[in-house]
């Protein structure tokens, strides 16, 4: 855990490792509870600590959605992706499946 007493968008990137326009984003659509506003230049936004776990929860939402092969995923085996999950991988990071 960074040791900090006001959690700003650079504490947020190092302990969820989040690119600043995601933070960015959540930010604007009011997602991030916010303890100081920034009022313009040079004045930061201070983050409440439940930010943390809020931008880890949107992080991971989208590898909960990857279909996963229950047949062979099961107690202390590893998790096998179906095929399909590879589309939906290349569709999130956007690029363009390979062609056979």
């Known amino acids: ?3 900090s007493t006001k ?3 650079k504490v947020l990137m190092k302990e969820t490792s989040a690119p600043y326009w995601t933070i ?3 930010t604007l659509s009011g997602r991030l509870p916010l303890k100081h506003v920034a009022k313009g230049k040079g004045d930061e936004n201070i983050y409440h600590f439940q930010a943390i776990q809020i931008l880890k929860d949107y992080l991971n939402r989208d590898m909960e959605r990857l279909p996963i092969d229950k047949e062979t995923t099961g107690a202390g085996r590893p998790v096998v992706y179906k095929p399909e999950a590879v ?5 999130h990071i956007g690029k363009a499946p390979l062609q056979k």
Not at 87 to 91: D, E, F, G, S, T
């Open 87 to 91: 589309q939906v991988v290349l569709a």
């Open 1 to 3: 855990m960074y040791n």
């Open 7 to 9: 959690i700003t968008r």
């Open 24 to 26: 960015a984003h959540l």
